[in-house]
């Protein structure tokens, strides 16, 4: 398993802040929570990064589950009550089962192939506790994946400076980003770069990974930021 972050956890929040808004996602996500799973009191965020959406989720119970132990480090930080768990997403066990277990912004797509797709879902779909609700945020469709897009993201704060920039290719089901970033600090400039490889997977083969984990998903295909969302209960 790949740990594609562990070099920009730190700027993750700068870089990321401006495209979601998390506070906003926090509030939908419990709405829907509430709505489908009325007094859902625990939670569990699946490939949590930073902690961003747990950190205006703190009305639940919640625990956190990343890959990466960069991007624990600082939802550790954000977060220090909070209990956080290094793993991987496509076979964890808690040992415990949620009211909610939600997994956001695309962080599925790490998984790669379908085979690690169905046993991300069943793992997710293990820890929830009866009537409990999984919400998946997805990456792109094969059909809504675009040729020859220019990727770019810049931050300029006082002290910190950031462009990240990439030309993202698809090699048959998967897509690469091969990201470039240059990230000024009074420290001085510091360059590096990121492979991140995500499946392109079918609405088809999504809903089908919650049918062989035994959830029937409902798909919205707008969700946070138009790349759709699954809400299937336990
Ligand atoms: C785009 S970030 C999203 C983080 C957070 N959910 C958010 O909304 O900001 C993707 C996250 O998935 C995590 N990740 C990638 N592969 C994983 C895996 N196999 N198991 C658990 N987490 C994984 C990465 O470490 C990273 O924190």
Redesign the pocket.
């Known amino acids: 398993?790949r740990?594609?972050?562990s070099r920009s956890a730190r700027i993750?929040d700068a870089v990321?802040s401006s495209i979601?808004d998390y506070p906003r996602e926090a509030a939908e996500l419990d709405r829907l929570i509430q709505e489908r799973r009325p007094g859902a009191r625990t939670l569990l965020?699946?490939?949590?990064?930073?902690g961003?959406?747990l950190e205006h989720l703190m009305g639940y119970e919640v625990e956190g589950?990343?890959?990466?132990p960069e991007?624990l480090a600082v939802a550790r930080a954000r977060l220090p009550n909070v209990p956080f768990h290094e793993?991987?997403?496509?076979s964890f066990d808690l040992g415990k089962r949620f009211d909610a277990v939600v997994?956001?912004?695309?962080?599925i797509g790490?998984?790669k192939t379908e085979y690690r797709l169905h046993s991300a879902i069943a793992s997710m779909a293990r820890h929830l506790a009866p009537g409990g609700l999984l919400v998946v945020e997805p990456w792109l469709t094969p059909e809504a994946w675009v040729d020859g897009h220019v990727s770019g993201a810049f931050v300029d704060e006082p002290e910190l400076k950031i462009a990240r920039m990439g030309l993202p290719q698809r090699e048959g089901t998967v897509s690469v980003l091969d990201l470039e970033y240059l990230v000024a600090t009074p420290d001085g400039v510091e360059r590096f770069s990121e492979r991140h490889e995500l499946g392109l997977f079918t609405v088809e083969q999504c809903l089908e990974a919650f049918r062989a984990a035994g959830l029937e998903a409902d798909h919205d295909p707008e969700g946070p930021m138009g790349r759709g969302l699954y809400i299937a209960t336990a």
């Open positions: 398993m740990r594609v972050f993750y990321y979601r965020d699946v490939a949590c990064g930073t961003a959406h589950l990343d890959l990466d991007m793993g991987d997403m496509a997994c956001m912004f695309s962080s790490y998984v």
